[in-house]
């Protein structure tokens, strides 16, 4: 049996279902900025952005306000009750503790739970140093989604990030588009693994150890 790995969307879907009721959250650029859309309709969540929104919605189905974005430059709504402030509050929140959780995209996660996700060195590439850093130690919870491997076929879950970091021991749980992982007290724990892919199969694609939970689910 062949394994089929999740599309970006279906990567949101998933994230967005471990989102609680109640909880503030700041989403990052890439697969992260499509979980808005995904959130469950009976759940409040309070979505952040660093340029100075709170209460943040999706992007609308036509313009109505060019100068309404996210930070990553992207189209949203106001939800009801949303706030708009400057930079100067709005990164007090973030390094003050009063988000519940972030959602961030990565270069690579290491089996320490670092973070690299804002500049790989490579020729022409742009680092893009925005707000990760601060989210990174100040969101009680880090989530990251990315794909499992890089466009090279390269583990993104390694033993050691090669990359820059964004920030040491901070990631709780990884969402790739092969299983979803936690990582607890230097372990990566399996939780769940697509169909068609086995323990041994993601391992061989992973070049940090893993080790898998006493009952994985398979995701869909």
Not at 37 to 58: A, F, T, W, Y
């Amino acid at each position: 049996m062949t394994h089929t790995p999740l599309t970006r969307l279906q990567m949101a879907q998933r994230v967005a279902q471990d989102i609680p009721d109640g909880a503030y959250v700041n989403l990052g650029i890439g697969i992260p900025t499509l979980i808005a859309k995904c959130l469950p309709q009976d759940r409040e969540v309070i979505l952040h952005s660093e340029n100075g929104i709170l209460g943040m919605g999706p992007g609308p189905a036509t313009i109505t306000d060019v100068s309404l974005i996210n930070a990553s430059k992207e189209q949203v709504t106001l939800l009801p009750g949303a706030a708009l402030f400057d930079h100067v509050l709005s990164f007090a929140m973030m390094r003050g503790g009063h988000l519940d959780l972030t959602v961030l995209g990565g270069f690579q996660v290491s089996q320490h739970g670092d973070l690299a996700n804002w500049d790989t060195g490579a020729p022409g590439a742009i680092p893009a140093v925005g707000g990760a850093m601060d989210l990174a130690v100040g969101a009680r919870r880090m989530f990251v989604v990315m794909e499992h491997v890089d466009k090279q076929g390269r583990p993104k879950l390694v033993r050691e990030c090669s990359y820059p970091l964004t920030g040491r021991a901070v990631v709780d749980r990884v969402y790739t588009d092969l299983a979803v992982i936690d990582i607890e007290d230097g372990q990566l724990l399996v939780r769940e693994i697509v169909p068609g892919l086995g323990f041994d199969g993601l391992q061989a694609l992973t070049d940090a150890r893993l080790t898998l939970a006493l009952h994985p689910h398979r995701t869909t």
